[in-house]
């Protein structure tokens, strides 16, 4: 059964990939011939252009991150997998790739700028202003929601039904080996003739040795603490070290956001898009060649344990799967400035979502073979039942159950770093934009307030009556969610305000309008009962509740802004929407 669900289910992305993917390729007008901005503003800094391959691996890796393991497993133990499954295919073939493909070539024919600058130009600065503000806070919130989450695997043990340990302070150790190696990387393909196609050869195999070796060298700072401070029992320790890896994983971030592309990001997203395909892989020869049996149950009702009603926490819980406002600012925000040539558009930003809603349902099928009465469906920890999913698989194939973890464990974290120093530079970006600063001022003030906001946030967990620390991207996920749902909605408005005004097409309302209004109701909806829950009672000092309100504040008045320039009816004549439909570039 469930074989046959990803089976379908591939099949199912790979026609839509060949029939809307094409059809969108035509609406949009792609020219494999018109000049890009990595070649007509190239820096070799933040413009850069590079082949379709890698920059499909980077842009995978650094879209997909958490979002489609935790997303999918949170829904399914809340309300079954059948809701899950039929919203990850709908959603990304329809509004997720569709706010994917649109944005990067909305950010391609407007220099590489980001989707803000996009809305600027076709409705308003106020609505620029907005926009940025609305993408800067929704940044905050990944960076804290990923950091807390991959710090989380940074500590404790996890044992396995075998009897077997995996270790947090060794997925630390491989985690940091795997930093290490793209720096390696970069600087030979830099200074030295060797090719990227070898590069990947060596290195690749490379973090393999990372992750077993991680394990009999771990890094383990709880240890080191307990070592300092006998005193401390275990659970203060774990919370203390959770704390520190949290602090270093946000200086990465720092030193990443302003490091020059060819040192890092590059050759770091070549390596980790391999390493997703392999994950992706593993898991699906794991499913065909296991046979695991279904235990979940496929609809669980229309109210979780939690009191959370199906419509609209569905669709906020799953955003990267199926659809994803940060899509829309990694593509306007580095893959734009380093596409090769339109045509690449659409197998990088069209087919990636669709590669990453396979992600999100072998995911699910980690979710799929635990029974609704087992503790990790009623308090559901998404980065330990992802990797025990993904070892019960590879056991099926001789892979040990301690490897297999390990593995899935380490690929979680791999797939948040690219997120991670993707979203801390785009916040740079933003403050630049705002400011006005450029050069280095701007960029290290730009660094430090898009990582010294989530490290205010990470300093504000609580503790539960055992004295164990409260995860803080628990209390964000919601939040996170609805914002990251209400940014789709946000890109797809400014997407449908300078389709409609520079093309004058009814179909522009069906493409990109539905689905705009579809994710604005959902998001809205959402943060409303967020803010209700956070309020019941009486008035609250949680600062979610408060930013929950703002961010619905800051949607009105960008949705308000769209109407008064629609109304006008206003076409607005582009010399960069005037070329005609290539005969093949579909």
């Known amino acids: 059964m469930m074989v046959a669900i990803v089976a379908v289910s591939a099949v199912l992305l790979m026609i839509a990939y060949r029939t809307y993917g094409r059809l969108l390729t035509r609406l949009l007008q792609i020219d494999p011939g018109r000049k890009t901005p990595a070649y007509e503003l190239q820096d070799d800094l933040d413009y850069a252009p590079l082949s379709k391959g890698p920059l499909l691996n980077q842009h995978f890796s650094a879209i997909a991150a958490a979002g489609p393991i935790v997303g999918p497993i949170l829904a399914g133990a809340a309300f079954g997998w059948a809701p899950a499954l039929l919203w990850i295919l709908f959603g990304s073939i329809f509004i997720g790739g569709v706010h994917d493909f649109t944005s990067l070539v909305a950010s391609v024919r407007h220099q590489g700028k980001s989707i803000a600058e996009v809305v600027r130009e076709y409705m308003s600065a ?3 202003l907005l926009f940025l503000t609305f993408i800067w806070l929704a940044l905050v919130y990944i960076i804290v929601a990923f950091t807390d989450i991959t710090a989380a695997s940074f500590v404790g043990v996890q044992e396995l039904e075998n009897g077997d340990r995996v270790t947090g302070a060794g997925i630390a150790s491989s985690s940091l080996m795997y930093l290490v190696l793209p720096v390696i990387m970069g600087l030979l393909l830099r200074f030295t003739k060797l090719t990227a196609g070898w590069a990947t050869l060596i290195f690749l195999p490379l973090i393999g040795v990372a992750i077993v070796a991680g394990q009999h060298f771990p890094v383990d700072v709880s240890a080191m603490l307990r070592s300092w401070n006998p005193e401390m029992t275990v659970a203060q320790a774990d919370g203390t070290a959770h704390v520190i890896w949290d602090v270093f994983l946000l200086l990465y971030c720092a030193i990443a956001s302003v490091a020059p592309l060819w ?17 992706l892989g593993a898991g699906v020869i794991g499913l065909i060649a296991g046979g695991k049996p279904i235990e979940l149950p496929a609809f669980s009702g229309w109210t979780s344990l939690k009191g959370d009603a199906l419509a609209p926490m569905l669709f906020i819980t799953i955003a990267c799967g199926a659809c994803s406002g940060f899509h829309s600012l990694i593509a306007s925000g580095t893959t734009s400035k380093q596409l090769k040539t339109e045509a690449d558009a659409k197998p990088i930003g069209y087919g990636s979502m669709l590669l990453e809603a396979m992600v999100a349902i072998v995911s699910l099928c980690c979710v799929m073979t635990l029974a ?13 039942i992802y990797a025990l999913g993904i070892g019960s698989f590879l056991e099926t194939i001789s892979i040990p159950s301690s490897v297999g973890v390990a593995f899935a464990l380490m690929a979680f974290s791999t797939f948040v770093y690219d997120t991670l120093d993707v979203c801390t530079r785009l916040g740079r970006f933003i403050i630049q934009e705002l400011t006005g600063l450029q050069g280095t001022a701007g960029r ?13 946030f990470v300093f504000q967990a609580a503790t539960d009556a055992n004295g164990r620390r409260i995860p803080v991207w628990r209390t964000f996920w919601e939040l996170f969610g609805a914002s990251n749902q209400l940014l789709a909605a946000i890109a797809l408005l400014g997407v449908t305000v300078w389709l409609w005004r520079t093309r004058q097409a009814i179909w522009v309302w069906f493409v990109t309008g539905i689905p705009m209004v579809l994710m604005s109701i959902m998001s809205i909806w959402a943060l409303v009962l967020i803010i209700m829950k956070q309020f019941k009672g009486g008035v609250t000092a949680n600062p979610v509740a408060w930013i929950a309100i703002f961010l619905v504040t800051l949607a009105i008045l960008m949705i308000w802004e769209a109407i008064v320039i629609i109304s006008r009816n206003m076409p607005l004549d582009s010399p960069r929407t005037a070329t005609p439909v290539p005969p093949e570039s579909a």
């Open 126 to 128: 106020r609505a620029f």
């Open 372 to 384: 609704a009465d087992h503790a990790l469906v009623k308090n559901p920890q998404p980065n330990f």
């Open 444 to 456: 290290v003030l730009g660094t430090l307030l898009t990582t010294g906001a989530p490290l205010f």
């Open 263 to 279: 040192i890092l990001l590059q050759p770091r997203g070549e390596l980790g898009g391999y390493f997703l395909f392999l994950a």
